[in-house]
């Protein structure tokens, strides 16, 4: 390439990746690569939503894409002003959250996850002898009260970090679905057949070198569409139209839950203003444990997604999680947790977070948590907020209410106020939906609200009058029957 002595040693870097195509129908039977790219593309499940949401709306190869709801999300922080928030830190935990498996990114060929995993020390030299505590945001205060303004340190001692996720001899088969298996001759037969292909004239071998500019390219079609590597490779511009935007609501949780009287204490209360005619939710109202709750998904890495089966238009990850069994994988990756102090102390979804153990100078270091100890949260209260069906989160007054409703021109007579109260299914569903539509509130709370509201109001065309409503504390939910 012209020009490439200013090109940095980094561009230059990539991984190889051979493709099978069938000539007539325009598609790949299957590829074939090395550890190198398979240990790419399973890092894909260690990427925490908020960093793909930022990862994806920045141009590649493929124009910027919305990864769904999580995208108006990460936005909704992006724009937040500080004073919202505890900290500044915490502003930063949930713009740039830490890929708990950042130990295993690092050693990648091409690692797109770019957050820089700078440690900081305590300045106060008693307070790193004593609690050894460490930070990853610059000048964070220290619960000693100095700021963490030493370093960056570089860790010496990252205890067992394996070399990638696969084996280094081995050679792999993927399909168009990103199905990683181990690479045999029956196979690649099997994937020939079953694509009806009999004569190998008919196909066409293609080898590529892919770049980090690529790894990007693949990532926004794994979460978008059901063909990725024909789409990537044949560079085709309707890979949107190809994806399911059908939403499945129902969840299989492959986890036990915590039964609901265990967690009943810690619902959250959300005040939903409904449209009648479609059972479409317009927005929600609700105060800063929920938006708390929400802004936690962008600190969870895609993998925990896997508790949630059947992920519908995010196929190709299924496809990726599913490879885990069939690759015998036992590592990190099975059970992906939060990096540590990006958990929220009410946090009411089963997700766990991931022990760390950093060493320096053979001292284990402590994990700083910049969210105040009392709340646990990142959000300020008391606060009220108003979150769109797309999961765009704002502070409001009721004044604010009022005009948004006016901005979506709906009829009066036909909105409904209902109150709900979260718990751990209808949080997963939310979840669930805010991965997968742009319609996180509708599509994830339709399997409990849609025949039995919580409450509605008791005249029909009494909703004008509980619309100022919103400045108030918590309503009393009703118990269903
Ligand atoms: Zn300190």
């Not at 830490?98 to 996850?113: P, R, V, W």
């Not at 994937?191 to 009999?198: C, D, E, Q, R």
């Not at 977070?353 to 709340?375: A, F, Q, R």
């Not at 849609?450 to 009703?478: C, F, H, M, Q």
Request: aromatic content about 8%.
């Amino acid at each position: 390439m012209a020009g490439g002595a200013t090109q940095s040693a980094e561009q230059v870097v990539n991984v190889t990746l051979r493709v099978l195509v069938d000539k007539a129908r325009k598609k790949v039977v299957y590829a074939e690569a090395e550890k190198d790219f398979v240990d790419v593309l399973l890092s894909f499940l260690t990427l925490p939503l908020g960093t793909i949401a930022r990862l994806v709306s920045k141009e590649s190869n493929i124009e910027a894409v919305k990864f769904n709801s999580i995208s108006s999300l990460y936005q909704s922080v992006s724009d937040l002003k500080e004073e919202y928030l505890w900290n500044k830190a915490c502003k930063e935990m949930l713009i740039k959250p830490g890929n708990s498996m950042e130990a295993y990114c690092h050693q990648l060929k091409l690692n797109i996850d770019e957050t820089e995993p700078l440690q900081y020390l305590c300045e106060y030299p008693f307070c790193r002898l004593v609690r050894n505590s460490w930070s990853i945001f610059y000048k964070q205060k220290c619960k000693c009260g100095m700021l963490f303004n030493s370093g960056p340190v570089v860790i010496d001692d990252m205890t067992c970090v394996p070399d990638g996720f696969v084996k280094e001899t081995a050679s792999f088969i993927i399909r168009d679905d990103l199905y990683v298996m181990p690479n045999h001759l029956r196979t690649s037969v099997c994937l020939l057949k079953k694509h009806g292909i009999n004569d190998l004239a008919n196909t066409e071998k293609k080898t590529l070198l892919i770049t980090k500019k690529e790894v990007v390219d693949l990532l926004k079609l794994s979460l978008l569409s059901k063909t990725p590597i024909t789409d990537f490779i044949l560079k085709n511009k309707n890979f949107l139209c190809n994806s399911n935007p059908k939403f499945q609501s129902k969840i299989r949780i492959g986890k036990d839950l915590p039964s609901d009287s265990d967690e009943a204490k810690k619902n959250m209360v959300v005040i939903l203003m409904v449209r009648k005619s479609n059972t479409k939710v317009l927005f929600a109202t609700a105060e800063e444990d929920f938006a708390d709750f929400l802004f936690s998904f962008l600190a969870f890495p895609l993998g925990v997604l896997q508790m949630l089966e059947g992920l519908s238009s995010l196929s190709s990850i299924d496809g990726l999680y599913r490879s885990m069994t069939e690759l015998n994988l036992k590592n990190k990756l099975c059970s992906p947790g939060i990096f540590p102090t990006f958990q929220l102390r009410n946090q009411i979804l089963p997700i766990g977070t991931s022990e760390l153990s950093y060493k320096l100078n053979g001292k284990l270091l402590n994990y700083d948590d910049p969210k105040p100890t009392l709340s646990g949260g990142y959000v300020r209260g008391p606060l009220t907020i108003l979150v769109t069906d797309d999961l765009v989160v704002t502070p409001i007054s009721s004044i604010d209410a009022v005009s948004y409703l006016e901005k979506l021109k709906v009829p009066l007579d036909d909105l409904k106020e209902m109150v709900i109260s979260i718990g751990v299914k209808e949080g997963l569903s939310i979840l669930k939906a805010s991965s997968t539509t742009t319609c996180a509130l509708t599509n994830g709370l339709k399997p409990y609200i849609g025949s039995k509201p919580v409450r509605a109001n008791s005249t029909s065309n009494a909703a004008l009058t509980d619309i100022p409503s919103y400045n108030l504390k918590k309503p009393k939910v009703e118990n269903e029957a």
